[in-house]
């Protein structure tokens, strides 16, 4: 008697979770997200115009980036505005590391490169992402 008592439990316990599982599911899967668009890819912007580029290399290690600085300014002219999010990524063809810019004086921008697993000798790409 008393193993048909604890096989009854199991049976119920195990009924139990899988109805409780089958909720969980049931509501999980009603969760929708919305469509949204999102993308990354070169070619012609019109936004901005991007000139004077300066590399400075690391002086400890000049195999390595420290930063690079350049001039952003509105494809329209005048100055892309110091609240312009701007990002620039430093590529070899496989990999790109991209970090975040700081506004100097306008209409110059500089990006910090210590950190790059990108070396001086492997870059061949930059790419300059800015957006208001």
């Not at 329209?76 to 004086?105: K, L, S």
């Amino acid at each position: 008697m008393k193993l048909f008592r604890g096989r009854s439990r199991i049976i119920v316990l195990a009924m139990l979770a899988l109805v409780l599982g089958a909720a969980v599911y049931g509501f999980a899967a009603a969760n929708t997200v919305p469509a949204n668009n999102a993308g990354e890819g070169d070619g012609v912007i019109s936004g901005y115009t991007v000139t004077n580029i300066d590399y400075t290399l690391d002086a400890s290690d000049p195999t390595a980036f420290s930063q690079v600085a350049f001039d952003l300014t509105l494809a329209g002219g005048g100055n892309a505005p110091a609240t312009t999010e701007v990002h620039v990524g430093v590529g070899d063809g496989a990999t790109t590391y991209w970090t975040t810019c700081t506004a100097g004086t306008l209409p110059n921008w500089t990006c910090n490169l210590s950190s790059s697993t990108v070396g001086v000798r492997a870059a061949i790409e930059l790419h300059v992402a800015a957006a208001q």
